[in-house]
Every structure is written in C-alpha cells, then in structure tokens.
C-alpha cells in the first residue's frame, strides 16, 4: 500500500474491508475465520504475506484469545483490528464486554449472520443486535464503497480521546460481505494524513519502567469501590454519547479529503414532502430505495430512513427526520424476543417518545437466514404501511416479510 493515486477496483465486501485495514497501517491483526467473515481474515493474511500490510498478524485458537491479544496490544500502544461474526462472537463475549470498559480504541468487522438455532451460516443481523448495549460503536454499512470507507473513518472515530471506545463496523453477511462492486480505494499518503499519528493508550499503558494496575477488582458496598464505579460507568456513557459527535465530523471531514459523503447518523432520502416512511438498516436498503422510487412514481408520498449509526442511537438525529411523518415501517432483519418485534422497532418507539406525540408504526421482520428482501417485498411494506395513514391499527406484534415465500 504505497501508491500516492487512488486505485479503482472490483471486489467484495470482505476485501474491501481488508484493503482499508491494510491503509490504516494496523500494528497487530488478531484472525480467527468463520463463514461468512471468512473471507476478510483471508484476505488481511494474505496482504501481510505478500508484503502489502507492515503488522503482526495473530492466527489465535479462537476467538476468545482473538480479542484478548489485542486487548494486551492495545494497551502497549498497538492500533488493532479483527474481525468476526455469529457463534464466533459468542464465543468472544467475555473480552468484547471487557474491552469498552478498559476504553481499548479496537475496530472490528462485524460481518452480521444470523443466531443459533435452527443452525445457520447465512446472513442476518441477529448477533450485533444482540450485544448492542455492550457498549461498542456500531455503524451499518449499504454498500461496499461504505464498508471501506467506514473502516478507514473507524480507527479516527475509535481513537478521537473524546470517544476511546471500540467500534463495529457492520456488513451484512453473504450480501455485502460476498457482494463484489467497484470501488475506489484512496491513496496511502492521503489516508496517512487523514488518520494522523497513532496514540491509542495515553490513557492507560503497560510499560515496565512506569508500573500501573489495569482493570483492577472495582465495587463493592463500602470504601471508594461504589463511586469508582460510577465514574467509570458515566465516563463510558460520555465517551458514547460524544461519538455522535465525533462520528459527524469525521465523516465531514472525510468527505472534505476524499470527496464521498455518507450520511454519519441517519440518512434521509426523499423524504421532504413524505407523509409516510420507511427505516431501513444496512444492505437492505438499496432495495427500498428502488422500491420508494416506485411508488414515487405511482403518487404514494413516502419516504425512507435509514439509520446509519446504530449505538449510540441517534434520537436527536432519527427524531429530526421523522418530523412531519403521520406513520413508519420499521423492518429490521432480527428479533427483540421479549418484545415481539425487531430490535430497531422497539429502539424506535423509545424515540418517538421524545417526540411528544404518538406515532402509528408497524414493524416489519425480514431477511433472516439470509433470506432476500426485494423490492416486491418493499412494496408491500409500503402498503401496509400507508394503510396507517387512513386509520388501520398497527398489527399487535412483527408483519414476517418471508413467511410465504
């Protein structure tokens, strides 16, 4: 990674999120591969064995010892990266906790797949909503354009000392992470300029001359343990709360040196007369902008929301956008069990409760196990939920987009 043009090339999603890896000059990579993240780890471990990717690469027994070895180079000043997906980050969960604690800047390619069981390798978004209050950064990708280029924005996000907090970057799996599409890939020298030195552990660092306790026994009912605590705990709450923040200047400021513009927060499209919308994670959307299209050109005034940045959620942000709007589909490609509906649904209801006003919304289940959601499949959720505008009641629980088909 030495050119000083910009290159243009064809691949998937995987190694899209593996040549941004590369032009962040990562000190350790930490690999362990499962479908369909598979790909990713192949394609870093390949760029280091062709002398591509300067790192020391880390082929763990497994994904438990994957996250924990970065932990420890995290903290002797390395900028790290791995990647995983599904049972693998299950197997993970006890460092993936551990690390927005420590307030270790790691990213992550969370390539999404759905959970276990019945037994699945495909694609869905399950597991990152599963551990989305971990307290991970957690930003969706629509394309393979977006997925290098949010990999890139990750490291500065995750470093920025306001936010030292992990980051995900999710892709949904087979979708995106197979899907090939052109792409630009940016100069070295221009992303060296753009990310800046690295400085990943003024905050907490292992150095034998200077001795200092990591992560030590904190809590408990009585001396200075409860308060510690608490501050550690408000201080993580902060560090999320500013990468909104963060996140919107670092795709200004992206988009300033490279000249792609992706929507930090929230993106919406068509949506300045729309009485009604839908709100849309990931790869799905592309679809249902096809399918807004469409309907556009039938009459129907709808828009469509798509949520960029999942944790911290954007209320400010998703509120603003829903101005004016008399009701919303919601479809999300996972479930919220104890609730009955999708994830980003019952996210949703918490913000149009700032809102002050209520809000007929239905939500739409799709795409799980890889399933597709077409456009025929958007179209209908357009219907039904247009039907809200003219006084039908919202379904009591999930409309499954799939389960005909």
């Known amino acids: 990674?030495?050119?000083?043009?910009?290159?243009?090339?064809?691949?998937?999603?995987?190694?899209?999120?593996?040549?941004?890896?590369?032009?962040?000059?990562?000190?350790?990579?930490?690999?362990?591969?499962?479908?369909?993240?598979?790909?990713?780890?192949?394609?870093?471990?390949?760029?280091?064995?062709?002398?591509?990717?300067?790192?020391?690469?880390?082929?763990?027994?497994?994904?438990?010892?994957?996250?924990?070895?970065?932990?420890?180079?995290?903290?002797?000043?390395?900028?790290?990266?791995?990647?995983?997906?599904?049972?693998?980050?299950?197997?993970?969960?006890?460092?993936?906790?551990?690390?927005?604690?420590?307030?270790?800047?790691?990213?992550?390619?969370?390539?999404?797949?759905?959970?276990?069981?019945?037994?699945?390798?495909?694609?869905?978004?399950?597991?990152?909503?599963?551990?989305?209050?971990?307290?991970?950064?957690?930003?969706y990708c629509e394309s393979v354009q977006e997925v290098l280029d949010t990999t890139l924005m990750a490291f500065k996000i995750a470093e920025h000392r306001d936010v030292m907090l992990p980051v995900n970057i999710c892709l949904d799996g087979n979708y995106l992470s197979y899907g090939a599409a052109r792409v630009t890939l940016p100069a070295q020298a221009d992303v060296d300029a753009f990310l800046g030195e690295k400085d990943v552990n003024w905050h907490a660092a292992l150095d034998p001359q200077k001795p200092m306790a990591i992560d030590p026994l904190t809590g408990g009912a009585g001396g200075k343990g409860p308060a510690t605590f608490v501050r550690y705990r408000k201080g993580q709450c902060a560090g999320m709360q500013n990468a909104l923040r963060v996140i919107c200047e670092t795709h200004d400021a992206y988009a300033q040196k490279f000249g792609r513009r992706f929507a930090p927060l929230v993106e919406e499209y068509r949506m300045a007369d729309a009485e009604f919308a839908l709100?849309?994670?990931?790869?799905?959307?592309?679809?249902?902008?096809?399918?807004?299209?469409?309907?556009?050109?039938?009459?129907?005034?709808?828009?469509?929301?798509?949520?960029?940045?999942?944790?911290?959620?954007?209320?400010?942000?998703?509120?603003?956008?829903?101005?004016?709007?008399?009701?919303?589909?919601?479809?999300?490609r996972s479930v919220a069990f104890r609730w009955n509906c999708g994830p980003m649904f019952q996210e949703t209801l918490g913000a149009l409760y700032r809102l002050g006003r209520p809000l007929p919304a239905a939500s739409f289940i799709g795409g799980l196990a890889g399933a597709d959601i077409t456009v025929e499949h958007f179209h209908r959720v357009i219907e039904q939920t247009e039907a809200l505008l003219h006084g039908a009641a919202p379904k009591?629980?999930?409309?499954?987009?799939?389960e005909n088909d």
């Open 1 to 139: 990674m030495t050119k000083n043009a910009p290159e243009y090339l064809v691949c998937e999603g995987n190694e899209a999120a593996a040549l941004a890896v590369a032009l962040a000059r990562p000190d350790m990579v930490s690999v362990y591969p499962i479908t369909p993240q598979s790909s990713l780890v192949e394609h870093l471990a390949k760029l280091v064995a062709d002398g591509r990717m300067d790192a020391e690469i880390v082929d763990a027994e497994g994904e438990h010892s994957v996250l924990s070895v970065l932990q420890g180079a995290a903290l002797a000043g390395g900028r790290t990266f791995t990647a995983t997906c599904g049972p693998g980050l299950a197997f993970m969960f006890e460092p993936y906790f551990r690390t927005p604690g420590l307030r270790l800047p790691i990213v992550m390619a969370l390539v999404t797949r759905d959970g276990l069981t019945p037994q699945s390798v495909w694609g869905g978004h399950q597991d990152a909503m599963t551990v989305r209050e971990v307290g991970w950064v957690q930003m």
């Open 279 to 332: 709100l849309t994670l990931g790869g799905m959307t592309g679809a249902a902008k096809d399918a807004v299209d469409e309907a556009r050109d039938a009459g129907k005034r709808v828009g469509l929301i798509k949520i960029k940045t999942f944790s911290p959620f954007p209320v400010e942000a998703l509120c603003a956008a829903l101005r004016g709007i008399k009701a919303l589909g919601v479809v999300d």
């Open 396 to 402: 009591n629980g999930p409309i499954w987009i799939n």
